[in-house]
């Protein structure tokens, strides 16, 4: 029961507001009425609904149903006032009538409705509208009802609304800590709160839903189309998952840029800062982007910048967040932040980079974890899994034309494709092919891409006398590279872990292949082992091991059932799980933590 003193704070605030505050064995007290009508009459004349969830005896109902009557509200829908449980809610149909009673007494003209049952039942059987402008969750029962309440109901507020949660101080930690996930979403943030007062009853915490506008993005990128690589195809595919008003990209000229440009509708402003100068390249690559960028932020109001590459264009998200306050995003791929870490200026540096950003977007587990060693709030991490444009690769392409030019007839042929560099195994699957030819005569290896350990590999191509046997291929057309993966009979890229810890981050060539319906070897490395499903759609390797790359090679090109299974299930594994389109719900999720 109440105390004298509190009895009179109700009386007083019964006589200012002009009507008879409901006493239900002291659960409502002065202090928490006073909070609720604030919150309430936040929306007057808005004429919304408030939504009440599982009040005990009905006294919050009451309270909101007289504050949202004054306020303007056409409805008050409360659900789970009776459920027959003895943890909450009134406790039979004669409680109910008397509390429906003493809301006609309340003269609460508003439209009430009282339904028992599972939230998503009840929402189904109201068909709640969106646009619930206030939702209010009473704490005083079991917490997994009341997460379950918060995680049910919330989608239904509008932008703005407010969610409500009374006796909030005695709550179980978890519904706390659902609460302040909210909160740390980026979705909600904390309007008031009442703290529980001894011998007053409890607390209460109000939430508004971040209201979410259109923000313009700025995209500064050194590696996009027609520049071949994983990290170009997954900027492409991922830029074109965000709204096209609300994206602009900066990228490099490069050779064809201009038709290529013509073949899609994202609005690319090409520069020249992929300068090769020698000592200066990675110089080049921070300044030069960095002033075109300021040229562009001056005609456009750019409200996010996206920097595809930490230690070059994520100095410039760092640098124009501090002059020009702009949250930035940083997009990591393994290698880009674990190659300096040695460093020990360039690491803090790093980490600066990474602290200061809105979020930061990883392209695997394997990253995420390195980015957790780096002391970066898991809160602000968000794992996009590269993905591929699964209808480029499964439609028809004649490959007859690529064949007799190479003279591919009758050939097995073993594909890699991708940049020249050390750690991606090349030399040890040359290695592999005398091993493999011993077996297999018809082989034939096929390197697709260019860079600078081209000339490392042809050198070791001739000290094994392999011209016949391993073709280079330089400067291939889109088109060619997916007749390459129609026409081969298993994709190879055994990439290895280099002693700088420079690794592969996970590998999307692996997917581009398996949506061609080919099986794919790749290594126990970095990222790559999420990128093939070992046994599944392809095998894993020790990229150290040049007998086990051969067996496994030699295995697939004998066993023609077993390579198609790989392939088969490669292939429905990237189309439900790897398909570009998936990149629209990544994008809405990573810029719902900058907003």
Aim: net charge positive; charged share 25%; hydrophobic share 40%.
């Amino acid at each position: 029961m109440l105390s004298w003193v509190s009895k009179l704070e109700r009386a007083v605030l019964g006589l200012w507001y002009g009507f008879i505050v409901p006493d239900y064995d002291g659960m409502m007290n002065a202090h928490k009425c006073r909070f609720l009508w604030q919150m309430v009459h936040r929306y007057e004349g808005t004429k919304g609904i408030i939504l009440e969830i599982g009040s005990w005896q009905g006294c919050s109902t009451t309270w909101l149903g007289v504050a949202g009557q004054k306020a303007g509200f056409e409805q008050l829908i409360a659900i789970d006032l009776f459920t027959g449980t003895p943890s909450w809610g009134l406790k039979n149909k004669n409680t109910y009538d008397i509390f429906m009673r003493r809301m006609e007494s309340n003269r609460l003209n508003l439209f009430v409705k009282a339904i028992a049952g599972d939230s998503k039942d009840v929402i189904k059987a109201l068909q709640l509208p969106q646009g619930i402008s206030i939702l209010h969750i009473d704490g005083d029962h079991e917490y997994s009802a009341v997460k379950a309440d918060i995680s049910n109901y919330t989608p239904l507020l509008n932008a703005g609304g407010t969610l409500i949660i009374d006796d909030f101080d005695s709550l179980h930690p978890d519904v706390v800590l659902a609460v302040q996930e909210l909160m740390d979403s980026g979705k909600f943030k904390k309007i008031g709160e009442v703290k529980e007062i001894k011998g007053k009853g409890y607390g209460s915490i109000a939430l508004m839903k971040v209201e979410g506008k259109p923000v313009k993005s700025l995209f500064v990128i050194n590696d996009f189309p027609p520049i071949l690589g994983g990290q170009s195809n997954y900027y492409f595919n991922l830029c074109r998952a965000f709204p096209k008003k609300e994206l602009i990209v900066l990228a490099p000229q490069c050779n064809g840029f201009e038709n290529f440009d013509q073949t899609h509708n994202l609005k690319v402003i090409r520069k020249p800062y992929l300068v090769f100068v020698p000592g200066f390249e990675k110089l080049c690559k921070i300044f030069l982007p960095m002033l075109f960028s300021l040229q562009i932020m001056r005609k456009d109001k750019i409200g996010c910048l996206h920097c595809g590459h930490v230690l070059s264009t994520g100095i410039i998200g760092l640098i124009f967040k501090k002059l020009y306050k702009i949250p930035y995003i940083v997009y990591t791929h393994s290698a880009d932040i674990l190659e300096f870490q040695k460093y020990w200026p360039i690491k803090k540096l790093l980490q600066s980079i990474l602290r200061n950003a809105a979020a930061v977007s990883c392209n695997s587990r394997f990253t995420y974890d390195k980015l957790l060693g780096l002391e970066v709030k898991k809160e602000k991490i968000k794992l996009i899994y590269p993905k591929t444009n699964f209808v480029k690769f499964d439609q028809f392409l004649e490959t007859e034309s690529i064949v007799n030019r190479l003279n591919l007839v009758d050939k097995k042929i073993i594909l890699s494709i991708n940049r020249l560099i050390e750690r991606k195994g090349n030399d040890v699957m040359i290695q592999a092919m005398p091993a493999v030819l011993k077996e297999i005569p018809s082989a034939i290896y096929i390197i697709g891409g260019s860079g600078r350990y081209e000339t490392k590999l042809q050198r070791m191509v001739k000290d094994l006398k392999l011209e016949k046997q391993v073709i280079f291929l330089n400067h291939l057309s889109d088109e060619d590279v997916v007749r390459l993966y129609k026409v081969c009979d298993v994709f190879v890229m055994p990439s290895r872990t280099l002693k700088e810890e420079d690794t592969e981050g996970f590998g999307v060539v692996f997917l581009e292949a398996n949506a061609c319906g080919k099986p794919v070897i790749g290594s126990r490395c970095g990222g790559i082992p999420e990128a093939v499903a070992d046994g599944y759609s392809g095998l894993l390797v020790n990229p150290s091991s040049v007998n086990e790359i051969s067996q496994a090679v030699v295995g697939l090109l004998k066993d023609k059932d077993y390579a198609a299974l790989l392939g088969a299930q490669g292939r429905k594994r990237v189309q439900e799980q790897f398909n570009s389109h998936l990149y629209i719900k990544d994008v809405k999720e990573l810029m719902e933590l900058v907003l």
